[in-house]
């Protein structure tokens, strides 16, 4: 009886308090458990009442300490047996630059470092721009090099294309400036191909122009080897072969040796040794002078590449298609701090 009422006068305003109660009358230790040892030991005949009484004991102080502990939580509506802090939390997905980006970012930034600046224009250009003043003359074959997307205009005249290479931006350059031009010009460029793994309507290029004065051929040649040093690894050796562009004279097309897998068998350079990754020459002198720069005075080299094609030798990629397909899969395996 004297428990009784001391349970029935209880009050708890803190948890704390609530848990001394529950020791003293329900814990292993408590009191109801002493009773119970207690039970085992009183005769036959007591049991019954003595059973009764204890049960009606037990389940009032449980009732009690239930009524305290739900007036208690009424803070926070979860239980604390609803939280389980141990989880792991959710996920959060972190955004990666595309291959693509940090390619070109790396091209930028050696180049930057031999004094290069960035130049850009516009990926609609006029006729001039792309290829009249880059020595392509009228209805020559040397425009069907580039499958492009002219852009019919009203009157049915087609001077205006999707720009085939940034090589416009070389011609926006001269014209608007003065020798000494040191200069890249990173950007997208389109023609007209049939999407498969090796080809593509778009496609991205890093070209570059050096114009002073007395810019020689080996001038050309000690750039694009330092560019590959850096780019691809200390080593990698570089050769060239006579080629043709209409704006370079002579012109040349640069192979990189196939260092690249390390021979784990990437055979991206096709059991040759050799893979090429770039065209390049020095400026033609007419380039020069349908740009108002003194040709007598003045010489140049320029070079172009895809960046697409140098992102899939740097982290052997076999299919274009991959970069405008925005598949996270790919796309994550470029995580970087750049
Ligand atoms: N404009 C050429 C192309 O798109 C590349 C190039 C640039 C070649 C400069 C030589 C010199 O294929």
Redo the contacts with the bound molecule.
Sequence with gaps: DQYTEEIKAFTAAKADELEVFRIKFLGTKGLIKDLFEEFKTVGPEEKRTFGKVLNQFKQFAEGRYNEIKESLGSGPQVKESDIDLTLPGDGFEVGSRHPLSLVRNEIIDIFKRLGFVVAEGPEIEDDWHNFSA?NFPQEHPARD??DTFFIRKGDGTDDIALR????SV?VRMMENGKPPFRAIMPGR?YRNEAISARAHCFFH?V???YVDENVSFSDLKQTLYHFVQELYGEGTKVRFRP?Y?P??EP???MDISCTICKGSGCNMCKYSGWVEI????M?DPNVLENCGIDSKKYTG??????IERITNLKYVIRDLRLFSENDVRFLKQFTTDI
């Design positions: 880059l090099m580039q085939t290479h940034t090589s070389q460029v290029q070209e570059g122009l080629s562009f704006f370079t012109s040349a097309e770039l065209g390049c020459g400026v080299f320029a070079f172009g590449m895809g």
